[in-house]
């Protein structure tokens, strides 16, 4: 089984930042990719920016050019940095721990979410 828990969630200002973090603990493999999905009130899930073993990354279009997601192999964890954030930014993400080199969500693990809310 493996643990995924998230942090970093909170109230910000249309154009703030913000920084998620995730940690996957438990049995954890040499080889796995991680990534962010979100779910707004009334809305599927969906993919945020995923991060292959090798670091490379993919990002939806919605949060291209303002969101980076990078990985501390090491550490079994997985950041999200959210620059310039907008309203229909506000969800709560999850984050996700896929046991294979790129990321594919049959099979993933998921934390239990963290919220985000920007709002003035």
């Known amino acids: 089984q493996v643990q995924i828990v998230e942090s970093g969630g909170g109230l910000v200002q249309p154009g703030g930042s913000l920084r998620l973090s995730c940690a996957a603990s438990?049995?954890?493999?040499?080889?796995?990719?991680m990534g962010w999905y979100r779910q707004a009130p009334g809305k599927e899930r969906e993919m945020v920016a995923t991060?292959?073993?090798?670091?490379?990354?993919r990002y939806a279009d919605s949060v291209k050019g303002r969101f980076t997601i990078s990985r501390e192999n090491g550490e079994n964890r997985v950041y999200l940095q959210m620059n310039n954030l907008k309203p229909e930014d506000t969800a709560v993400y999850y984050c996700?721990?896929?046991?294979?080199?790129?990321?594919?969500?049959?099979?993933?693990?998921w934390g239990q979410g963290t919220q985000v809310t920007v709002s003035s």
């Open positions: 438990g049995s954890i493999f040499g080889i796995y990719a």
């Open positions: 996700t721990y896929s046991p294979t080199y790129y990321y594919t969500r049959s099979g993933a693990y």
């Open positions: 991060i292959s073993r090798g670091g490379s990354t």
